[in-house]
């Protein structure tokens, strides 16, 4: 059994020093082989780990560490492949900050030491690897990907292999590595089993919704980026991809992206031919949960095994940007609750391994939809709720620009107030009054809840956006928000904003969201002129916007709901 302690300080810490280590790791000289010597079936094999050269198709070197299981005469076991993260690295020992504290290293040393195979390696660009980062080029490093799986072809003789002669492999990445996963097993059909935590469906949408580009991941990418491939980023350091810095998508990274995208090759028919574990947090703020929903049904349609856990962290931007969560930029719980069920998350990646390559039942059965509310909470549903019935928005006026800027030394004084506000009546929300709007976000209350109930889901939003600037366009930052009864605090649900910029009619999706409410709890439409998310907006100073429509949100039904004793 897997365990996992984590100390948040300890954590960053160990990033920070991580980091440095890599960037002073140019200097070093690592013992790379550039080729391995098979071992005969006759022969057992020692637990072990060394660094390879995996030349790829197009002559790159990409560096690699291959993990080496401990096996009898006559044995063989399954490959698992994995795959790291934007800025990452392989994971090049146990005991790396790959191997203690992310996710994809973690699950891939907890299968090493169960008895797999494990390939993980430096993509193009990274690490020690060659070339040029080119953002997930099917052509490039989705390419890539099966060039490993050429090279452990033709070198590791003791994979274990199905009755037609295939090689039995598994898949493991975070965010960038595992998008790899989901475009390589669109098009490679020798991998069987994908388990992406955390990736992007359409990557245009999630860097720029509504062509708004999400400023603080940008500057955080970009810097990632062009430190941690020594200052050579390739394409990202374009023209095009450098006026993002306005704030806006432009027509050529529009369409860059669009072949990076699962999204484009779904709408083609296509999908993954890998029964695939897909995990997705709802806090994430670069590629929320609605990315992991559509990758989930996508990869369902070809009748594959296709389940996803909808956990709560992923990529979180660093305090204050986002409310502090653990691991810095990136976080994963260590814990999955879905109903009855309690998992380990690690323990839960390698048994979806053993079930489809070792063909070993499973000892309790991974949910195909899992959303958790916190590492003790969630709930096993039979579908994720998509809008439902459409409440008003009052129409609202709000300062461009101001109303935002100063939440960061508001919200104490909100929590502080609370304390001595005595609880609320249960009036309904439309004798609620609209707070804010100036100074302050404005909150328009929804729905007052008169009893306990659960919202999780992807809340649609029908609305008009105006604004009083003619010369330039103002932008408005929407949110789902919840005030308890008796707290003058509002909680922006799953810290989820999306750009509205004026002047248009809105009709779409807003990231999916989860709460338990309580009765006395209002719900409502948080909307204001500025976020730290989205900080690269010199538009709309002094001006006002306008607005008002619906909002549809999504309450888990009963008959949605599974039993919690199985």
């Known amino acids: 059994m897997h365990t996992t302690t984590k100390s948040k300080w300890t954590n960053w810490s160990?990033?920070?020093?991580?980091?440095?280590?890599?960037?002073?790791?140019?200097?070093?000289?690592?013992?790379?082989?550039?080729?391995?010597?098979?071992?005969?079936?006759?022969?057992?094999?020692?637990?072990?780990?060394?660094?390879?050269?995996?030349?790829?198709?197009?002559?790159?070197?990409?560096?690699?560490?291959?993990y080496q299981p401990k096996l009898e005469p006559g044995e063989t076991a399954p490959l698992i492949i994995q795959t790291h993260g934007f800025g990452g690295h392989r994971t090049f020992d146990p005991r790396s900050i790959y191997g203690l504290f992310i996710i994809s290293g973690e699950a891939a040393i907890e299968a090493w030491k169960q008895g797999y195979w494990v390939i993980s390696y430096d993509q193009r660009g990274f690490g020690y690897s060659d070339g040029s980062i080119h953002l997930m080029h099917p052509e490039k490093e989705v390419e890539d990907l099966s060039s490993v799986i050429d090279w452990a072809e033709d070198n590791m003789l003791r994979v274990t292999r199905d009755e037609n002669d295939d090689m039995l492999i598994g898949t493991m990445g975070e965010s960038y590595g595992a998008a790899v996963q989901i475009?390589?097993?669109?098009?490679?059909?020798?991998?069987?089993?994908?388990?992406?935590?955390?990736s992007w469906y359409d990557l245009e949408e999630a860097i720029?919704?509504?062509?708004?580009?999400?400023?603080?991941?940008?500057?955080?990418?970009?810097?990632?980026?062009?430190?941690?491939?020594?200052?050579?980023?390739?394409?990202?350091?374009?023209?095009?991809?450098?006026?993002?810095?306005?704030?806006?998508?432009?027509?050529?990274?529009?369409?860059?992206?669009?072949?990076?995208?699962?999204?484009?090759?779904?709408?083609?028919?296509?999908?993954?031919?890998?029964?695939?574990?897909?995990?997705?947090?709802?806090?994430?703020?670069?590629?929320?949960?609605?990315?992991?929903?559509?990758?989930?049904k996508c990869a369902a349609k070809n009748g594959n095994d296709s389940r996803l856990i909808a956990l709560q962290d992923g990529h979180i931007l660093p305090w204050p940007v986002q409310s502090w969560s653990g691991f810095p930029l990136f976080n994963t719980q260590p814990n999955i609750k879905?109903?009855?069920?309690?998992?380990?998350?690690?323990?839960?990646?390698?048994?979806?391994?053993?079930?489809?390559?070792?063909?070993?039942p499973m000892e309790q059965d991974i949910p195909k939809l899992c959303v958790t509310l916190s590492d003790d909470d969630g709930q096993e549903l039979v579908q994720l709720t998509?809008?439902?019935?459409?409440?008003?928005?009052?129409?609202?006026?709000?300062?461009?620009?101001?109303?935002?800027?100063?939440?960061?030394?508001?919200?104490?004084?909100?929590?502080?107030?609370?304390?001595?506000?005595?609880?609320?009546?249960?009036?309904?929300?439309?004798?609620?009054?609209?707070?804010?709007?100036?100074?302050?976000?404005?909150?328009?209350?929804?729905?007052?809840?008169?009893?306990?109930?659960?919202?999780?889901?992807?809340?649609?939003?029908?609305?008009?956006?105006?604004?009083?600037?003619?010369?330039?366009?103002?932008?408005?930052?929407?949110?789902?928000?919840?005030?308890?009864?008796?707290?003058?605090?509002?909680?922006?649900?799953?810290?989820?904003?999306?750009?509205?910029?004026?002047?248009?009619?809105?009709?779409?999706?807003?990231p999916a969201i989860i709460k338990q409410l309580e009765p006395g709890d209002v719900v409502g439409v948080v909307v204001q002129g500025f976020t730290m998310q989205y900080f690269l907006d010199p538009e709309g100073w002094f001006s006002y916007g306008e607005i008002d429509g619906t909002i549809e949100l999504p309450y888990v039904k009963a008959t949605e709901q599974l039993a919690t004793a199985h």
Request: proline share 6%; net charge negative.
């Open 183 to 198: 475009l390589a097993s669109m098009n490679d059909e020798r991998i069987d089993a994908i388990v992406p935590v955390a």
């Open 338 to 360: 879905c109903g009855d069920k309690q998992f380990s998350t690690i323990d839960m990646i390698v048994s979806w391994w053993d079930l489809k390559l070792k063909k070993k």
């Open 14 to 66: 160990l990033l920070t020093l991580a980091s440095f280590t890599l960037l002073l790791s140019g200097c070093g000289m690592i013992p790379f082989r550039d080729h391995v010597d098979p071992i005969p079936l006759t022969m057992p094999t020692e637990a072990t780990y060394f660094d390879v050269y995996i030349k790829s198709f197009d002559g790159t070197k990409l560096s690699a560490t291959i």
């Open 386 to 510: 998509t809008g439902g019935t459409p409440q008003p928005i009052r129409k609202t006026e709000v300062k461009l620009m101001q109303s935002g800027w100063f939440e960061l030394f508001m919200e104490p004084i909100d929590i502080m107030t609370s304390w001595v506000t005595p609880e609320d009546d249960l009036r309904p929300a439309s004798q609620e009054e609209t707070t804010g709007g100036g100074f302050r976000p404005a909150f328009i209350p929804v729905e007052k809840i008169t009893e306990a109930k659960l919202l999780a889901g992807i809340p649609k939003l029908k609305a008009n956006f105006t604004t009083t600037t003619d010369d330039q366009e103002g932008t408005a930052y929407l949110a789902v928000g919840v005030r308890r009864n008796g707290s003058q605090y509002v909680e922006i649900l799953n810290d989820q904003f999306t750009p509205l910029p004026g002047d248009a009619t809105y009709e779409m999706s807003l």
């Open 208 to 296: 720029a919704p509504n062509d708004h580009v999400k400023g603080a991941w940008g500057g955080t990418l970009v810097g990632l980026g062009t430190v941690l491939s020594f200052f050579d980023f390739g394409m990202a350091l374009n023209r095009e991809y450098l006026s993002l810095i306005s704030g806006e998508m432009n027509p050529q990274v529009e369409a860059d992206l669009a072949i990076r995208s699962p999204s484009h090759y779904c709408q083609q028919g296509k999908s993954v031919q890998a029964d695939a574990l897909f995990m997705q947090g709802f806090r994430d703020t670069l590629f929320p949960v609605n990315h992991g929903v559509s990758n989930w």
